[in-house]
């Protein structure tokens, strides 16, 4: 609610700990995360490619009719040199062709090479007795290089471990809603702008990536660990809500330069700004998640396909 960039982390610390978490559940699934990883994540970079393509070859992008009503300078210039021939342009990287067409997606490679990362950790250190050293100097080098996303990733490695090794531990209600005020207060430390609360103020800016990441792993500890909270992250609207939650992320982008920008601008003129933003963020919310619904449908039968043409090579290659 109060930074994307912090959700960015979550994303980034899941998908450490789902790594960790998958290629715990023997070889062969270790094989098939580790063999299919890439393919998948391209099925949801080309799905968003297309789809925003379709939308600028029938003229129903809108985004930049709204920018000087928003004083925005997100995605300044985006758009203006995409390639009519898009067969053309997918032979390229399809990870920069991808975030090209949908700025949001510049996490997906982050995450690809995440899971790369994970599962050699895992391959080669995760059955030692301290196997939790090794990941950790890993997340020590890339810290010392400049690789902060990797960081995350590590952390979620890291937490997954930490909780196959002690899954019934608890933590008491006082130090869970602390943990979670906490991580609230991290998450929420802006990205792009001098924030006036003064607790923010003291905190140097240029280490704001690592206090989302701890606000993150703090979120995810809590979730873990305190009982009320995991309730909550488990009741249904939650689970509903994280099911769909890849696809809501591929998604959105091209619903807010579409549907959102459109009815921006037939509402400005007719109502005040906070009236239009209010009836154009419940549309949007609206929208977005009929898009994800019918965009998760396409994705598990491609996903179904992978999988089962997987299953006949790996037979054939055991």
């Not at 090209?100 to 007795?129: E, H, Q, R």
Request: with cysteine.
């Amino acid at each position: 609610l109060f930074a994307g960039h912090s959700a960015v982390m979550i994303f980034f610390v899941l998908t450490g700990f789902g790594s960790f978490m998958v290629c715990d559940k023997g070889r062969e699934q270790c094989v098939k995360y580790a063999s299919l990883r890439l393919f998948k994540l391209v099925v949801l970079l080309i799905l968003s490619t297309m789809v925003i393509w379709a939308l600028f070859q029938f003229g129903l992008v809108y985004y930049h009719d709204i920018v000087r009503y928003t004083c925005s300078p997100w995605i300044e210039g985006w758009g203006s040199t995409f390639a009519h021939n898009i067969l053309k342009e997918l032979l390229r990287n399809w990870f920069t062709v991808a975030t090209a067409y949908n700025p949001v997606l510049w996490t997906m490679p982050y995450i690809f090479i995440s899971s790369v990362v994970c599962v050699l950790c895992y391959m080669l250190w995760g059955d030692l007795k301290r196997g939790h050293v090794a990941p950790v100097c890993v997340g020590i080098c890339f810290v010392i290089f400049g690789m902060k996303n990797y960081v995350a990733c590590m952390i979620g490695y890291l937490l997954a471990y930490y909780y196959k090794h002690k899954p019934a531990k608890q933590i008491n209600i006082p130090i869970g809603v602390l943990l979670l005020l906490l991580a609230v207060f991290l998450c929420g430390y802006p990205m792009e702008m001098q924030s006036s609360w003064i607790l923010y103020r003291v905190l140097p800016k240029q280490y704001v990536v690592y206090y989302h990441m701890l606000g993150a792993s703090l979120l995810i500890y809590a979730s873990l660990y305190c009982d009320p909270i995991r309730k909550i992250m488990e009741s249904k609207p939650l689970l509903v809500l994280g099911k769909y939650s890849m696809s809501i992320f591929v998604a959105h982008f091209a619903i807010l330069v579409s549907v959102s920008s459109y009815l921006f601008t037939r509402l400005i003129d007719q109502h005040s700004y906070n009236a239009t933003a209010a009836i154009v963020w419940a549309v949007t919310v609206l929208a977005t998640c009929i898009a994800a619904i019918l965009l998760k449908r396409v994705i598990d039968r491609i996903y179904a396909v992978l999988d089962r043409v997987y299953g006949s090579i790996y037979v054939n290659v055991k």
